[in-house]
């Protein structure tokens, strides 16, 4: 009986800490939690009441700075004066006048078109009597390239769809005429190069072509020519250099000179003692020959 006794009297005391933790000793707190909230409330007249009311409208348009909405969700918010007006002296100034450059740079290269034309339909008058199998034709590939075929060589005239411009040092830029104006910084380009017919006949992909000139356009219709030394490179003062269909003519007649007095030199024997079969399967021929002869130099005189 005594031994009951003390385990009867060990089992309040073990219950004892679960009993002592009542609820209604933490409820209180949360009152307390309410009775703080109630003066960010009182607050709201002094001037928390408009960012509390945006939320309840979910307005999502533009807003200053002060949290007030400027425009409705989805409307244009107008732009500074000052941003609008660097914005239309930009396209004033560049976007318009490379317009006018790239329609000038497409009437040059349509002159381009029509005088290689007319040399090729002059020169096949006089060479088929001589011989027949030597043929010279022109053919147009799209509005960007067309080409000219005369005997191995193959010429390729592309024109740029982009404006370009130059280091300050470079080419014409130093001259007073581009510096004159600045809409004369900007041109359109015009590039001819020479590659062997056989290499587009046969899809001979890794054979190479030679840049023979360049042609720049500016905004005033005038031209910088630049290209190998044995171009008949005029003076390259722009302000002297309009573009005409006799100087379309020159250009065309010295790539095509320069095309043909450029030889095709073959690869010594130590070059080509092997073959892969790469080469093989993509129909390369390894005893190809490559254009010599070919020397470029951009440093021309420009103006003073």
């Given at each position: 009986?005594?031994?009951?006794?003390?385990?009867?009297?060990?089992?309040?005391?073990?219950?004892?800490?679960?009993?002592?933790?009542?609820?209604?000793?933490?409820?209180?707190?949360?009152?307390?939690?309410?009775?703080?909230?109630?003066?960010?409330?009182?607050?709201?007249?002094?001037?928390?009441?408009?960012?509390?009311?945006?939320?309840?409208?979910?307005?999502?348009?533009?807003?200053?700075?002060?949290?007030?909405?400027?425009?409705?969700?989805g409307?244009?918010?107008?732009?500074p004066?000052?941003?609008?007006?660097?914005?239309?002296?930009?396209?004033?100034?560049?976007?318009?006048?490379?317009?006018a450059i790239?329609?000038?740079?497409?009437?040059?290269?349509?002159?381009?078109?029509?005088?290689?034309?007319?040399?090729?339909?002059?020169?096949?008058?006089k060479?088929?009597?001589?011989?027949?199998?030597?043929?010279?034709?022109?053919?147009?590939?799209?509005?960007?390239?067309?080409?000219?075929?005369f005997?191995?060589?193959?010429?390729?005239?592309?024109?740029?769809?982009?404006?370009?411009?130059?280091?300050?040092?470079?080419g014409p830029?130093?001259?007073?005429?581009?510096?004159?104006?600045?809409?004369?910084?900007?041109?359109?380009?015009?590039?001819?190069?020479?590659?062997?017919?056989?290499?587009?006949?046969?899809?001979?992909?890794?054979?190479?072509?030679y840049?023979v000139?360049?042609?720049l356009?500016?905004?005033?219709?005038?031209?910088?020519?630049?290209?190998?030394?044995?171009?008949?490179?005029?003076?390259?003062?722009?302000?002297?250099?309009?573009?005409?269909?006799?100087?379309?003519?020159?250009?065309?007649?010295?790539?095509?000179?320069?095309?043909?007095?450029?030889?095709?030199?073959?690869?010594?024997?130590?070059?080509?003692?092997?073959?892969?079969?790469?080469?093989?399967?993509?129909?390369?021929?390894?005893?190809?020959?490559?254009?010599?002869?070919?020397?470029?130099?951009?440093?021309?005189?420009?103006?003073?």
């Amino acid at each position: 009986m005594a031994k009951s006794s003390s385990k009867k009297g060990t089992e309040p005391e073990l219950f004892a800490p679960s009993e002592t933790t009542p609820a209604p000793e933490q409820m209180p707190t949360a009152p307390a939690r309410k009775k703080a909230a109630k003066p960010r409330k009182e607050a709201d007249p002094k001037g928390t009441a408009s960012p509390a009311a945006a939320p309840e409208t979910g307005h999502s348009g533009a807003t200053a700075t002060n949290n007030q909405p400027t425009a409705e969700a989805g409307s244009p918010v107008a732009a500074p004066a000052d941003r609008l007006d660097q914005i239309f002296e930009g396209l004033k100034q560049k976007s318009v006048a490379k317009q006018a450059i790239f329609r000038n740079t497409q009437a040059a290269f349509d002159c381009l078109r029509l005088v290689s034309q007319e040399l090729v339909v002059e020169l096949s008058r006089k060479l088929t009597p001589l011989d027949s199998s030597v043929i010279i034709e022109y053919r147009s590939v799209n509005d960007m390239e067309f080409q000219i075929k005369f005997s191995g060589d193959l010429l390729v005239f592309v024109m740029h769809s982009n404006v370009v411009t130059f280091p300050d040092d470079y080419g014409p830029m130093p001259g007073k005429y581009v510096e004159a104006d600045f809409r004369r910084r900007f041109f359109g380009h015009i590039m001819a190069y020479n590659f062997m017919a056989d290499s587009i006949k046969y899809q001979r992909l890794n054979d190479p072509g030679y840049l023979v000139g360049r042609l720049l356009v500016n905004i005033e219709n005038h031209y910088y020519l630049e290209g190998v030394q044995q171009l008949e490179l005029p003076d390259n003062d722009m302000s002297d250099n309009p573009i005409t269909p006799e100087a379309m003519r020159l250009f065309v007649e010295s790539a095509m000179i320069a095309a043909v007095n450029n030889d095709l030199v073959a690869p010594l024997l130590p070059e080509i003692q092997k073959i892969s079969v790469k080469q093989k399967v993509e129909n390369q021929q390894v005893s190809r020959g490559s254009k010599v002869g070919f020397s470029f130099s951009h440093q021309q005189p420009h103006e003073a």
